[in-house]
């Protein structure tokens, strides 16, 4: 059999596979539990957490499109303390790798979240979203703008000192990815998360109005995924040091290969799994065939690869 | 394992048999032991349009009934209405092509301790599963009544041996195509009133179980109603299917109709507040 090294790192977290769920993609990860064991992929990258518990947009919430669907959720959770004595106490029973992925309203929220965390055990990253799409004030995607971007990141790297890493996900909705991703770098990032979702809307001709409640929504799935490897591919080349944790329409283990090639170090599974629950295994053993046909000895030697010139 | 999904198992189940019932069709699918633990209430999502399908996102069905006696082994029934393109695509699969399930998922419709007198009200295709609760109704001893209703005769769906559990059926059209003119809920006051029904069994339209929500509140009937939210997974995963449910400590949360539902107590959702921010 192969002697595949399958393992990766997001900043100082190590991973034996390079295979996540996707942030609001897993509820709590019990949901998923039924159909594998959480410890046998990457991790689990929880729903972002915000401070206060939050009931969300109003229904409907869903539209499938071509090959993908719109949601309007509006980051529906329990709070943050429900979060911690709920479900971490939950995910770290399953021995499962935890990223715990949070969202704020305003940058000291992002800063009170993050002090909350600082002390809690069992978390091996931050991801910090600052790019979803479901607010009431678009105003508030802070990955929109530069400098609001860097504020946040700059204040979750204070309160947390210098040891969980932090991902910071990114929108793909910007003129200008690679300035942003190098603000939130700067500000103290250790990896990004490429991308959410892209926002969208759908009018239902029954009614002559936009179908969901929330009016738009985010469009994921495979519609999505030339744009992901795009946005993945601009930000490696420019910052190849930096890790990228890439998602946006991976359904099989092509999809992932595609995403390390252009270079991410990891990636996570979100829509596939409302299809296919076990998808994100298919995806881990799929890749894991498909690098070792290729000839790889490492995930590590195929990131980036796509960056290669012609004649390597 | 988990508690939440916990009979649940993704599998490939054969199509048996698929015919054409009035506006509906009647699919019949082997699920094998998976048959033993499904429960009148309980949904199956399935996997649309093939391998390379441009729809990523499974459909929800209700279960009608299951038969655990069959040569072929386990076998689930599913009334599909044709109106999506999903469930165009179901509809058009024949018997021995293999579909891609999960199943079961989902809450039950409770079952009453005493043989008491229960009413089950169904809208459209929404009587299918009706029928399968009935005959568990009726082999413990409830006295069973039904009512069904649609627009038009050829969107109520009732078969003939299924009402075989029932002590008495009603059907209501809008037209008047069949039955008594009016809408299924027309009759429910009196029937409370003049009867000793304890329990109501829902299954249909929103507007529907609302309605039969606003009759039986405030008395002692109580409604267990079968909701229908669009889903994008059917697990749990997703969080679209959400309806606003009353807790015990009085504060409204949005809650999962796959998980939490279908069959939910029809007085703690909080019909008036559906597709509003809470």
């Known amino acids: 059999m192969s002697t595949l090294d399958f393992s990766t790192t997001l900043g100082n977290a190590w991973f034996p596979t390079p295979t996540f769920t996707a942030s609001g993609c897993a509820s709590s990860g019990r949901e998923l539990a039924q159909f594998f064991d959480l410890a046998s992929i990457g991790g689990v990258v929880t729903k972002s957490i915000m401070s206060k518990a939050r009931s969300g947009r109003p229904t409907p919430r869903m539209a499938e499109t071509p090959s993908g669907m719109l949601n309007s959720i509006g980051l529906q959770g329990p709070g943050l303390d429900a979060f911690l004595a709920k479900d971490i106490p939950y995910l770290v029973e399953q021995k499962a790798r935890i990223i715990v992925s949070i969202a704020g309203e305003t940058v000291e929220e992002y800063s009170t979240l993050a002090r909350k965390l600082r002390a809690v055990s069992g978390i091996s990253a931050l991801e910090v979203n600052i790019s979803c799409p479901n607010v009431e004030n678009r105003g508030l995607v802070f990955a929109c703008d530069p400098e609001a971007s860097r504020r946040v990141i700059d204040g979750v790297r204070r309160t947390i000192g210098g040891e969980l890493p932090i991902i910071a996900k990114l929108s793909p909705d910007v003129t200008d990815l690679v300035s942003i991703a190098r603000g939130v770098v700067d500000a103290g990032a250790d990896a990004l998360a490429l991308i959410n979702t892209v926002l969208g809307m759908v009018i239902n001709l029954d009614t002559m109005r936009p179908h969901l409640g929330g009016k738009t929504g985010g469009l994921s799935g495979p519609a999505i995924r030339p744009i992901a490897v795009r946005a993945v591919y601009q930000v490696h080349a420019a910052m190849p040091q930096v890790p990228i944790l890439a998602m946006g329409g991976i359904s099989n283990g092509r999809d992932a290969l595609e995403m390390i090639a252009a270079g991410a170090s990891g990636v996570s599974i979100g829509t596939a799994s409302f299809g296919n629950p076990m998808a994100i295994i298919a995806v881990q053993d799929e890749l894991k065939a498909l690098l070792t046909a290729k000839g790889f000895n490492s995930l590590r030697q195929a990131i980036g690869y796509a960056h290669r010139p012609e004649s390597e | ?278």
């Open chain 2, 1 to 278: 394992m988990s508690t939440i999904n916990k009979n649940a198992a993704n599998v490939r189940a054969t199509i048996v048999s698929n015919k054409r019932v009035g506006q509906y069709f009647q699919l019949i699918i082997n699920i094998g032991e998976l048959a033993t633990v499904c429960k009148p209430g309980n949904f199956v999502a399935i996997n649309v349009g093939g391998a390379n399908s441009r729809m990523v996102l499974r459909r929800a069905f209700a279960i009608s009934r299951v038969s655990t006696s069959a040569i072929s082994g386990g076998t689930m029934e599913l009334i599909v209405a044709p109106h999506g393109q999903g469930s165009k695509w179901l509809c058009s699969q024949v018997e021995g092509d293999e579909l891609d399930v999960i199943v079961p998922l989902g809450t039950a419709f409770g079952i009453p301790t005493e043989p008491v007198h229960v009413l089950l009200v169904g809208g459209g295709y929404g009587s299918a599963p009706l029928f399968g609760l009935a005959e568990l109704l009726n082999a413990r001893g409830c006295r069973v009544d039904m009512l069904l209703g649609a627009s038009t005769a050829a969107k109520i769906y009732a078969p003939m041996e299924g009402k075989r559990a029932v002590n008495s059926l009603r059907i209501y059209t809008e037209d008047g195509s069949m039955g008594h003119k009016g809408r299924v809920t027309d009759p429910i006051p009196e029937m409370i009133h003049d009867s000793n029904i304890a329990v109501i069994y829902s299954c249909g339209p929103m507007a529907m179980l609302s309605a039969i929500d606003s009759i039986t509140r405030g008395s002692d009937v109580v409604h267990q109603c079968a909701v229908e939210e669009s889903m994008a997974c059917g697990i749990g995963i997703c969080m679209t299917c959400v309806l606003p449910v009353e807790q015990e400590d009085g504060t409204v949360a949005m809650l999962r109709t796959c998980i939490d539902g279908p069959v939910m107590d029809g007085s703690v959702v909080q019909w008036e507040k559906v597709g509003k921010a809470l």
